[in-house]
């Protein structure tokens, strides 16, 4: 009798590999959705960052000072036009399609600021700078203009600098490794990705193999035959697990390809250098995961009269897990108290986020591996005394 | 005559629902759907229980394929206990009923696999009793066309050959012929009485008299979920048709009511 849980899994593998659409929904179509808008977002961004780098934009300036035309002489992006402007031509600005910016300095900008003391409760030279922010390339231009300006007003009062780094100088700062920065940034995000890519994987299937049996009537068919019911339920949730788990490992493979391209308009190299133990407890949690996810929601779809109500039913436990999936970004340190490890879901995205972090511990791997084991025993339990009890599965 | 099923002292009451109680016409939160119920099968027979819609042979037939349990009583199979033993009895019967579905999506050939391996039938076995039975049914020539594409009349046949996979000594069937087409029900019942010839105990509800008188060996009289008489036909019967005895029961039980 022990092999009819085997058949109830591969029944169900029969059943999922055996529909082309259905596994293409589930397995191949998330990992290449999230793949192809992630690039497109990444690309989208980097396009953001660089478009009108390349672009002229003519700078008309009033009372240009000597030592911005010295500057600007050498940006070959500037061209500069000595021409006084009154409001209509500011007005012409709103047009978008206009690579103009328009610089005002008062008359004698250097004297003025030279003789400026702010002591004197007098307002101090004002430059208005006039540009269109929805246009890429004059917003680079007044980027670039600020910053000199800034950099010329704060050279003026120097005392002293914060970091400097002078020229030819390999001095470092902040000592944080380009890999220590990609481990605290990937312990934050991953979690989060992994467990909704887990969950939606268990959401496209298992509803429809119990609620969706249920309402079909085929569920009964299966009650009749000799097969105990806790091999029904085992079997069940294993087969769910394992398609969850292909769902959630295509979606992850979607991330790890796509995200390189969604950070590469940032200006940070992030490190994803982790060992062998490392995959292999972020593998083990994440079947853990998996199969207490594939209980809860079996559990849930049991109780539920069809597929549509077992959707309704399984939101509200959804939003816990998302919620619990958002914990990493608002703390610093995983915790370390063994409690923590023995609740489902909050253990799974803990040690996801310690491993993430280079901070593995194996006890804590062990201890949540055991429970969610444990759990899903349970689970097995209250499945198989639901499929025992004519008002879960026959009421009406 | 060797006893295969004794039934004692069944009984079954459902709670009805807000709008179940307005379907019912009733204020009353139980319903006795099987009141102590007692009779005895005997091997090799067709035993029918007759009555009316609602009168509870459905969850009679449910209790003994342990589908749902008695609230009271007992019925033991070929020496399984239906509250002690379940899956013993499962193991000895084939259950058919209209609520009984097949997954759509597989093909016959897969489903008569899966359901001879549920059985724990040894796999030469399946072979040669898929190939009889296909054969027998006209099966054979859809094998490996998916449920879904089936005929109606081929899909019901289906079903009849899956729950007999694994060739129960007793074959419980609900309303055998209710919704087949004239030749699916001719088919069917041609097929009990070659079963019963092979020495297979069958136990089927129905409330047509005509299928009573064709096929049932001995019949029991359920009205309001009590058995209110039973044995063989011609004992029930009384030198009266079955049609004319029943109203004659149904009279003595519920007065003039309709």
Known sequence: ?396 | MEEILRVEGLSKTFTLSKKQQKIERTTLRKKVAVDNLSFTANRGEIFGLLGPNGAGKTTTLRMLSTLIKPDAGDAVLDGCSIIGDPEGVRSKIGFLTSELKLEDFFTPNYLFDFFSRLHQVPEDVVRTRKELMFARFGIDKFAEVKVQNLSTGMKQKLSLVISLVHDPEVIIFDEPTNGLDVLTARTVTDYLQELRGEGKTIILSTHIFSLVERLCDRVGIIIDGKLTHCGTLSEVCDGMTIEDRFFEIYKEVKGDEQ
């Open chain 1, 1 to 396: 009798m022990k092999n009819n849980t085997w058949t109830i899994i591969k029944k169900e593998f029969a059943r999922f590999f055996g529909d082309r659409s259905l596994m293409f929904t589930t397995v191949i179509m998330p990992g290449l959705l999230i793949y192809l808008i992630y690039s497109l977002m990444g690309e989208g961004i980097g396009k953001m960052v660089t478009e009108g780098q390349d672009e002229v934009v003519t700078m008309r300036v009033e009372n240009m000072p000597e030592f911005l035309a010295a500057e600007i002489a050498s940006d070959s992006q500037m061209v500069v036009v000595n021409q006084p402007f009154g409001q209509e031509d500011i007005d012409m600005l709103a047009d978008e399609d206009l690579n103009i910016v328009m610089v005002r300095f008062p008359k004698d900008f250097e004297l003025l600021v030279n003789t400026y003391d702010p002591k004197c409760g007098l307002p101090a030279p004002n430059v208005e700078i006039y540009y269109n922010s929805t246009n890429n390339a004059t917003s680079l231009v007044y980027k670039t203009l600020t910053a000199f300006l800034d950099s010329y007003e704060s050279g003026m009062s120097n005392r002293f600098d914060v970091n400097r780094v002078d020229d030819g100088s390999t001095a470092q700062f902040d000592m944080a490794t380009d890999d220590s920065i990609g481990a605290m940034i990937w312990s934050k995000l991953l979690p989060m990705l992994i467990v909704m890519m887990l969950f939606s994987g268990t959401m496209a299937i298992a509803p429809s193999a119990i609620a969706g049996e249920k309402e079909r009537g085929t569920i009964a068919t299966l009650l009749v035959t000799p097969m105990r019911r806790n091999q029904l339920a085992l079997g069940k949730i294993v087969s769910l697990s394992c398609i969850a788990l292909l769902s959630g490992i295509s979606s992850f493979i979607g991330i790890a390809l796509s995200l390189p391209k969604m950070i590469s308009g940032e200006d940070v190299e992030l490190g994803f250098n982790y060992t062998f133990g490392d995959y292999a407890a972020i593998l083990l949690v994440i079947f853990a995961t998996v199969l207490i996810m594939a209980s809860v929601v079996s559990l849930l779809s049991a109780l539920a009269k069809d597929v549509k109500s077992a959707g309704t039913m399984i939101t509200p436990f959804m939003l816990v897990v998302m919620l619990a999936g958002l914990i990493p970004m608002f703390q610093n340190n995983t915790p370390e108290t063994f409690t923590t490890y023995i609740i489902p879901f909050y253990n799974s995205i803990e040690v996801m986020t310690a491993t993430f972090a280079h901070k593995i511990m194996w006890s804590n791997v062990v201890v949540c591996l055991v429970s969610n084991i444990c759990y899903t025993g349970i689970a097995v339990w209250g499945l198989t005394r639901m499929f025992n009890s004519e008002k879960v599965m026959f009421g009406k």
